[in-house]
């Protein structure tokens, strides 16, 4: 029986007890790393001897000096810089780079004692939402392995998913923690942009991307949120807002909690086994005191455009500098500059970034600045503004996080219904900065589906508080999938 599906507060308490060491919950992580990602597919490097060595010295550390963390495994998204381990964002364009330094929220996870076994795939620099434009293997989700386990986070949750580690980091530009939790069954957050510092991510578009947090429990999602939270100097878009105690607000009471419905979250698009589900989730909130109401977001409509023409813009300008000369592949046996920078970026970027760093640099040509980027960052602020119309009024904003349950691996969406609908639930969160948490909320055919609340900028502790009373009122969050039990 593996370790790696307890709780922080149960794998402390064997800790404490010294009923199992540091070394020891390693080598369990490790082993179940050994034993399903044949079958997974979420790791793409595996740190095992600088894992061990790590969990050695971690196991002389006095018990007294020990957090809620310590000791504790987590795989890290390929996008995150990790100092000496190789960071490829997925991409042969990064394939060779080994990092000088770590990203912040490594130094912040190092501080806090936790013990990184590696680095997890993901699409293409982060552009995707099924893991599958990753340039070195497709993972697959643990609930059925035919499925994607959604993305450009996939291997971050599928590896917590399938039990490989109890908690992973992921990055979310447009639903990529929240989408591939949902489609995972398992706990995901975003939380408000400025909220963690972004110093040693690897941008895609830097207004949106936000690191975020993967699990199995909404308490240990908190517990890792704040580990990895709080004003960084070298960050300037990091936040000086005090960062509470997350766990602290888990108190199952939310009697008299204003919920928001809004009518584009549950309408043409949505599918209806998903959308049954979050109603059955709203009559659960509505039990323990909370009442909810039917609104609108009338610009959520245009997110979807909104958002590929400021991503697409951000990334063409983020990812100028790989051009084998600063950084990236460098071609073999080119004969001039020019040819350089032709082979470099023709032959070290996939096809769907090529599509979009091409959209971006249209977008913000001379001819087009005006008509594209410009009046989408108008267009942004009217979303925004709907948003913090609706907390004027209400606590939180509760919807489905995904408009399907997982879809297979090939099966590229094309309903443009579903599309759409996909596009309104995520990316109008990151356009306007604000929370969200995704949690498992009901299984469809076998697949998860999950459950999204969003909340007011910087105010994750109530998104924490009513994602625990939902939790501890249904038995979701204690159902995995069987792979590994020789039944997948």
């Not at 964002?89 to 770590?102: G, H, Q, R, W």
């Not at 071609?331 to 020019?338: F, S």
């Not at 995904?402 to 995520?426: E, M, P």
């Amino acid at each position: 029986m593996t370790l790696m599906k307890k709780s922080a507060a149960e794998l402390q308490q064997l800790l404490h007890n010294r009923e199992v060491s540091v070394k020891e919950l390693t080598e369990d992580s490790l082993k179940q790393i050994e034993k399903l990602d044949g079958k997974v597919q979420a790791f793409l490097k595996v740190t095992e001897k600088e894992a061990l060595l790590r969990a050695e010295s971690l196991d002389n550390e006095p018990m007294e000096n020990r957090g809620p963390l310590f000791g504790l495994p987590i795989g890290i998204k390929d996008n995150i810089i990790t100092k000496g381990i190789t960071t490829t964002c997925a991409s042969k364009m990064l394939e060779n780079f080994v990092p000088v330094y770590d990203a912040t929220v490594m130094n912040k996870l190092n501080q806090a004692g936790m013990v990184s076994v590696g680095k997890l795939n993901m699409d293409e620099f982060a552009m995707g939402s099924t893991t599958e434009r990753s340039a070195f293997k497709t993972t697959r989700n643990p609930w059925n392995l035919d499925s994607v386990p959604g993305g450009s986070s996939g291997g971050s949750a599928a590896a917590v998913a399938a039990g490989e580690v109890p908690f992973s980091l992921g990055t979310d530009t447009g639903g990529s923690v929240r989408q591939p939790a949902a489609f995972c069954g398992v706990v995901g957050m975003k939380p408000t942009y400025g909220r963690v510092s972004r110093k040693g991510l690897v941008a895609f578009a830097s207004s949106l991307d936000q690191i975020g947090t993967i699990t199995r429990t909404v308490e240990d999602n908190a517990l890792l949120l704040n580990a990895i939270s709080g004003v960084d100097p070298w960050d300037s878009s990091s936040s000086s807002i005090q960062v509470p105690d997350f766990r602290a607000g888990l108190t199952g009471d939310i009697k008299g909690l204003r919920i928001a419905v809004p009518k584009e979250y549950l309408g043409e698009g949505i599918a209806e086994d998903v959308k049954e589900s979050v109603l059955q989730a709203l009559k659960v909130l509505e039990s323990l005191g909370a009442t909810w109401e039917e609104v609108t977001l009338p610009h959520s409509k245009y997110a979807s455009p909104v958002y590929y023409a400021i991503a697409t813009s951000e990334a063409s300008s983020n990812l100028a500098r790989f051009d084998g000369i600063r950084y990236g592949y460098h071609p073999e046996g080119a004969k001039n500059l020019d040819e350089i920078y032709l082979r470099s970026r023709s032959e070290g970027f996939g096809t769907e970034v090529k599509k979009r760093i091409l959209y971006g640099t249209y977008a913000l040509s001379a001819d087009h600045h005006e008509d594209l980027y410009v009046k989408a960052m108008k267009v942004r602020t009217l979303i925004a503004q709907d948003f913090a119309t609706l907390f004027e009024k209400y606590d939180v904003v509760i919807g489905p996080t995904s408009a399907t349950t997982a879809y297979k691996i090939g099966n590229v969406v094309q309903d443009q219904l579903t599309l759409y609908a996909n596009d309104v639930l995520t990316v109008s969160v990151n356009l306007a900065g604000v929370p969200a948490i995704s949690v498992p909320c009901g299984l469809s055919n076998g697949m998860p589906v999950g459950l999204q609340i969003i909340g007011k900028h910087f105010d994750e502790a109530l998104l924490y508080k009513v994602a625990h009373a939902y939790e501890q009122a249904t038995d979701f969050h204690t159902q995995s999938p069987s792979l590994g039990e020789g039944n997948e």
